[in-house]
C-alpha cells in the first residue's frame, strides 16, 4: 500500500491547515491510521489515531480540541484538519497504516508511511 500525503505549507500562527492521506488500495476496515509529526532536532511524535471501521479517534494532548482526524472510506483516504494553529505545530506530517487495527500512539506499529508534508506555522 502507498500512502500520498497532501495539504501541508505555510501559515500564521492561529490558521488552519487540512492535511490529506490517500492510499493507493483500499483500507479495511480492521485497519488504524494515524498522523505523526517530526520537527527539527526532535523524535517522530504522535498526533491522532483512529479506526478505519468505526471511525472511533484519539489524539495527544498537546493538539487535543486543535486538531481532527477523519477518514473517508469510500475514496480510502485519511484527513488531519488542523485548527489554531501554532509555532510549535511545525514539523513533516506523517500519515501511516496499520493493517492488524492495533489503534497504537507508537510509531513501530505502523507498518506503511506516507512521504510526508511540511507544514510551518509562523508567529
Known amino acids: 500500500v502507498q500512502l500520498q500525503a497532501s495539504g501541508g505549507g505555510l501559515v500564521q500562527a492561529g490558521g488552519s491547515l487540512r492535511l490529506s492521506c490517500a492510499a493507493s488500495?483500499?483500507?479495511?476496515?480492521?485497519?488504524?491510521m494515524a498522523w505523526f509529526r517530526q520537527a527539527p532536532g526532535k523524535e517522530r511524535e504522535f498526533v491522532a489515531k483512529?479506526?478505519?471501521?468505526?471511525?472511533?479517534?484519539y489524539s495527544a494532548d498537546s493538539v487535543q480540541d486543535r486538531f481532527t482526524i477523519s477518514r473517508d472510506t469510500a475514496k480510502n483516504t485519511l484527513y488531519l484538519q488542523m485548527n489554531s494553529l501554532k509555532p510549535e505545530d511545525t514539523a513533516v506530517y506523517y500519515c501511516?497504516?496499520?493493517?492488524?487495527?492495533?489503534?497504537?500512539?507508537?510509531?513501530?506499529?505502523?507498518?506503511?508511511w506516507g512521504q510526508g508534508t511540511q507544514d510551518t506555522v509562523s508567529s
Open positions: 483512529i479506526r478505519w471501521g468505526a471511525g472511533t479517534s
Open positions: 501511516a497504516l496499520d493493517r492488524r487495527g492495533r489503534i497504537s500512539s507508537a510509531r513501530y506499529e505502523y507498518e506503511f
Open positions: 488500495r483500499r483500507i479495511f476496515s480492521s485497519s488504524s
